[in-house]
């Protein structure tokens, strides 16, 4: 007995040095299960339209990488797309608990077959499938796929997702995967403060300021106070990093205090799907679309709905009603506990009527005199001195609501007036400053909580319940030139949460076929986003959740199929669209349909048999159209 106990013990360090990173929970690591691995983005991270509900696990830059089923359960949901998550399952689990893995090269040889025979009935590459409890059964660490590139996604990689029962995804590292090492610290780039009241100020002036910051002590500090009047908000722009790797990702959990007093924090541990989009209330959206950088808000701005948040009894806001300096602290963590501090002091500003020169001089448009932050417009007009080199204070007059209005600036700095005017008083649409009179595009005031419809001759804006995050000052614009016409119905700046329905009713038409003529979106740059658009009489009317300048354009032009590889075991084409894009396609070989795969990041589909011991024999037959029903047509015989 003595010597089996002896054995024991020198047998059980063996067992876990071998294992390595081994893992005690419920669940096990999807990638090379007990080895190091490395995340490119982490749960909660700030994409571009949505929170990432998941981790996504490098696999080396390859497809093929063995993808391990997490824990005990069965494939409850199985779905192909274009976009998204591509080839994507979803595993429950009898804790009641489920987990999704998304963007899959090819799922393990029953799963595939299972699926293939489901496309091949419905005749479709795009599928959702829904198994019953004892069809697809799956055991902890079986392999159920391979990595990949599938969906929307910008190169191979697992993205894995834990939900809780009510299918809110959860942090899947809160389950002490040992994996993942992080021994690094969130880095923050900037801060940055913003006016909330028409009152407010930030060093004398109304809008949004940055402030750069320095290492300190092991601290972030912006080195000089900054003057603070009334309630203002505060903004980070701050990433995580992790030991081992040089990407960036989202900072789980913020805190902001003033003078020692909690006034916001949040802990990202899990959400809603059908809150996901309040990320562009979360973030400064307007700066995003901007510059494309990123600042997350440290208070909880209105519309939105995210459940991370405690704050004080303003929401996060801060207001600085005296003349004292306030020491304000901001505290950002990883999941590991890796913490970094912002150090910043707010100097209480009385009301000044002093000429301000200073350097940081909000002006958030180059090419554009104004701008509404809120429910504020604010007009900026450059001033002249007399001779004694005294600036002239001159009055803005505002045309509003058949009234005329007299309003001096505001203040005057770096030889700029700014003039701010409350939109609630009523929306100028002119405004003569300084002798200039500027026609201003504003048009009513859009209530965020009730669907609203507003028509102009040129076009109609209607938006259903909860489109908006906030009240809007809808501003619409229309231009015609050189046989085009452009719609410009707001700034692109602004989110929406829902599709508004747009009615245009255009003057002229593109030379082409009217069923040919659709919407489309120009960007920054110029380039056109199919849009759509349904013609009744002479008017056009679609759905878009994009604010911004919207053309007729005429289509065409066929899409153009390339063939890549066509032989007895497999078929290969690119196809391609210039102008609206692929709607779909499809294959048949000897009059039977074919499977093809598409993969529309690099414009290419190929086959997959039902039956890959009978080979591809007789007429090959392929049928593209594109959004507005152009089609191309490829035949050849094998």
């Not at 303003?314 to 304000?328: E, L, N, R, Y």
């Amino acid at each position: 007995m003595k010597l089996s106990r002896v054995v024991i013990l020198i047998c059980i360090p063996v067992l876990f040095a071998s294992v390595g990173f081994e893992n005690d929970s419920y669940y096990l690591f999807p990638v090379k299960p007990g080895e190091r691995n490395y995340l490119s983005g982490n749960f909660c991270e700030l994409r571009s339209s949505h929170l990432h509900a998941g981790i996504d696990i490098k696999v080396g830059g390859v497809v093929g990488a063995p993808i391990h089923a997490t824990a005990d359960g069965y494939i409850n949901r199985i779905k192909i797309s274009y976009g998204g998550y591509g080839n994507a399952l979803y595993i429950q689990h009898p804790n009641g608990t489920s987990s999704v893995y998304a963007h899959l090269h090819k799922f393990n040889d029953q799963i595939q077959e299972y699926v293939k025979k489901a496309q091949y009935q419905k005749k479709s590459f795009t599928i959702e499938l829904f198994p019953q409890k004892n069809e697809l059964t799956v055991k902890r660490g079986e392999v159920i796929g391979k990595a990949g590139n599938s969906g929307s996604s910008g190169g191979p990689h697992l993205h894995f997702e834990i939900r809780d029962a009510n299918q809110q995804p959860m942090d899947p590292l809160k389950f002490g995967f040992k994996e993942i090492v992080d021994n690094v610290s969130p880095y923050v780039r900037r801060i940055a403060l913003t006016t909330l009241g028409e009152d407010a100020r930030i060093n004398g002036q109304f809008g949004r300021f940055e402030f750069s910051l320095k290492s300190q002590n092991g601290k972030y500090v912006v080195d000089e106070p900054i003057a603070v009047k009334g309630t203002v908000g505060v903004e980070v722009a701050a990433f995580d990093k992790a030991t081992g790797v040089r990407n960036v990702y989202g900072v789980k959990e913020t805190k902001l205090t003033l003078d020692g007093q909690s006034q916001f924090h949040c802990n990202m541990e899990k959400f809603s799907f059908s809150q996901a989009k309040n990320i562009h209330v979360h973030t400064n959206y307007e700066e995003r679309h901007r510059q494309n950088r990123t600042f997350f808000k440290l208070y909880v701005d209105d519309g939105n709905t995210l459940p991370f948040y405690k704050t004080n009894s303003q929401k996060g806001k801060i207001t600085i009603d005296d003349d004292q300096v306030h020491q304000a602290s901001i505290t950002l963590a990883d999941i590991n506990g890796n913490q970094s501090q912002v150090d910043f002091s707010l100097q209480g500003q009385p009301k000044t009527d002093k000429v301000l020169k200073t350097r940081y001089f909000n002006k958030p448009y180059s090419s554009q005199n104004y701008h509404v932050r809120g429910s504020v417009l604010q007009l900026f007009a450059p001033v002249d001195k007399n001779p004694e080199g005294i600036y002239q204070r001159k009055l803005a007059t505002f045309f509003s609501e058949r009234r005329v209005h007299e309003e001096p600036p505001a203040y005057v700095v770096n030889d700029v007036a700014v003039y701010l005017w409350n939109l609630n008083r009523g929306i100028p649409d002119s405004v003569d400053m300084c002798g200039d009179i500027h026609a201003l595009p504003l048009k009513v005031k859009v209530p965020s909580r009730s669907a609203f419809s507003f028509y102009q001759p040129q076009m109609n804006v209607t938006f259903p319940k909860s489109a908006l995050f906030d009240t809007l000052f809808l501003a619409m614009n229309y231009e015609q030139e050189a046989r085009k016409e452009l719609f410009r119905i707001h700034q692109d700046n602004v989110p929406l949460r829902q599709n508004m329905q747009i009615l245009l009713k255009p003057r002229q038409f593109p030379e082409g076929p009217r069923t040919k003529t659709s919407v489309y979106r120009v960007d920054a740059k110029g380039d056109l986003g199919y849009e759509g658009g349904e013609w009744k009489g002479s008017t056009i009317s679609f759905r878009t959740r994009n604010f911004g300048d919207f053309i007729l354009e005429v289509d065409t032009i066929a899409p153009v199929i390339t063939p890549l590889s066509i032989s007895s075991d497999r078929l290969r084409f690119k196809i391609e669209d210039i102008t609206s894009g692929i709607r779909e396609y499809e294959a048949y070989v000897d009059g039977e349909w074919l499977l093809m795969h598409y993969d529309y990041k690099r414009d290419l589909i190929w086959s997959d048999r039902l039956d890959d011991s009978k080979p591809l024999q007789g007429e090959v037959k392929l049928r593209v159209r594109d959004m507005v029903g152009n089609e191309n047509v490829f035949t050849r015989r094998i």
